[in-house]
């Protein structure tokens, strides 16, 4: 099924049609977004039940940008009507504008010319099988409260088992002198926590899952609560690793994070236009092996940060950012491309209306290879097998690196031992651990349970994963 378009913003489209054409009067650019969302939050745990609307991902609201032949202005508001038109053209020009001619002493106004307005009509939606509003919040705490009993269940070791979802429903409207498109949009992740204790010992093991589409993500939940308590025993009988570079398995959670992490943010071009990132100076240059590939985009992969067009009306992209190990392209908003006379690619996103756009990640992965992962660990004379990332910081303007592993399973003579060490800190020198890479699985798998900030903050919905990865790794 797919997903329907919001029965508000088909009310109130003739009001926006009216308005762009007002601002079209004054304006030799105007265009309007205007969204209509839906977020909830579920919890069970031993303790404690929650739902939960999302503040952040619920509402309604508008943004209007207008370009007066040297810059461009954006107004976001969150109430529309017909008696309301000619106030919000009047404060565009009134207020807004005017503030270009006060800026702060040392900050510098740029000149941009008028953004690609082609004409484009279209509305689309994504596919679901179960419709979280309509399956209802009783019977996904039931599931919800199943999984954490089983959880719970599993040993007399665990304490707790958490089990969570949420979902995000939303329409978008974007309208321009020749844009008119519409895209409706649905995603669900959720995820297992397994809190474990031997004596005053006590160990977290945590899996997310996501999908681009509805409930239906709680059949997976299901599979896997033994696979998540097991590792938070596995990880009661863990030892601390002897720092040093070792030759790694990452699976693909990890791969993503290196991806993310690693090397997404560094091609995020704004920060190209800010002097951020040295991958500025790489662009047609190696960064990694030739078995690398390395894609962004809401076109390049069916998950949650999927969708048919940016929060700037830039239709979605499949951008090739590593071909066979060179550096091919960054990713940018339509400001950013503006300013360094590239294309966009489709990655100007928003926090929700009342947020400025900024070049975001969306669907970040590697390419699988022709690897089998057997072949991979029988490869490796001694190393880990690094599972379950946790968290990853980056630095874009020097290209290091520092993530958290919560397992790394031993590998000796090309055979898991059993063995396992935590807590591991992956560091080093971005191309450095890219060119290492020499092996690459067949098959690669996404995943989309958290969200990214920009600098702490401006939270979007993100994917990334790839194939099982072989590198050389310092550990710590």
Not at 92 to 114: A, F, N, Q, W
Not at 176 to 194: C, F, H, P, Y
Not at 286 to 315: C, I, Q, R
């Amino acid at each position: 099924m797919k997903v329907e378009q919001s029965g508000y913003l088909k009310e109130i489209k003739p009001v926006l049609v009216k308005l762009r054409d007002r601002l079209l009067v004054e304006f030799p650019y105007a265009s309007l977004l205007a969204q209509d969302s839906t977020s909830k939050n579920y919890i069970v745990s031993k303790t404690s039940t929650g739902i939960q609307m999302n503040s952040s991902l619920t509402g309604r609201g508008f943004v209007a940008k207008v370009y007066d032949g040297k810059s461009y202005a954006e107004y976001s508001f969150n109430e529309l009507s017909e008696a309301t038109v000619d106030g919000i053209v009047a404060a565009i020009k009134e207020r807004l504008l005017p503030m270009s001619d006060k800026l702060p002493e040392g900050v510098k106004k740029s000149c941009y010319t008028m953004l690609a307005d082609e004409a484009v009509e279209f509305a689309d939606s994504t596919e679901y099988e179960v419709d979280p509003q309509e399956y209802g919040d009783e019977q996904i705490i039931a599931q919800l409260t199943k999984f954490s009993e089983a959880g719970r269940a599993y040993s007399d070791k665990v304490l707790d088992c958490r089990a969570f979802a949420s979902y995000q429903k939303y329409s978008k409207l974007f309208l321009s002198k020749n844009r008119d498109m519409e895209q409706n949009i649905l995603w669900t992740s959720g995820g297992l926590a397994v809190m474990a204790a031997r004596g005053e010992e006590v160990k977290n093991s945590y899996k997310g899952f996501s999908v681009l589409g509805g409930m239906e993500v709680l059949e997976e939940i299901g599979k896997h609560i033994g696979d998540v308590a097991q590792t938070a025993l596995d990880l009661l009988e863990s030892e601390p690793i002897a720092p040093g570079e070792y030759d790694c398995i990452c699976a693909p959670e990890v791969t993503g994070m290196i991806v993310h992490e690693a090397f997404g943010h560094g091609v995020e071009m704004d920060m190209f236009v800010k002097n951020r990132a040295q991958a500025k100076q790489y662009v047609g240059k190696p960064v990694a092996s030739e078995k690398v590939n390395m894609h962004d985009g809401a076109a390049a992969a069916k998950e949650v940060a999927t969708y048919f067009f940016d929060d700037e009306g830039v239709l979605a992209h499949d951008t090739l950012v590593i071909d066979r190990g060179i550096l091919k392209s960054g990713i940018s908003d339509a400001q950013s491309a503006m300013h360094l006379g590239t294309k966009p690619t489709g990655n100007g996103r928003r926090e929700n209306y009342q947020r400025k756009a900024y070049t975001r990640m969306t669907n970040t992965y590697f390419e699988a290879g022709n690897d089998k992962v057997e072949d991979m660990i029988a490869s490796i004379q001694y190393g880990f097998l690094l599972q379950n990332a946790s968290s990853g910081m980056e630095d874009p303007k020097n290209w290091g690196i520092q993530c958290m592993v919560d397992v790394a399973r031993e590998i000796r003579d090309g055979k898991l031992t059993g063995k396992v060490f935590s807590p591991i800190v992956l560091t080093g020198y971005v191309p450095d651990l890219l060119k290492s890479i020499s092996m690459v699985s067949d098959t690669a798998e996404l995943s989309g349970s958290g969200f990214c900030g920009k600098g702490y903050k401006e939270w979007v919905k993100v994917s990334d994963g790839g194939p099982y990865i072989k590198a050389k790794i310092r550990l710590g």
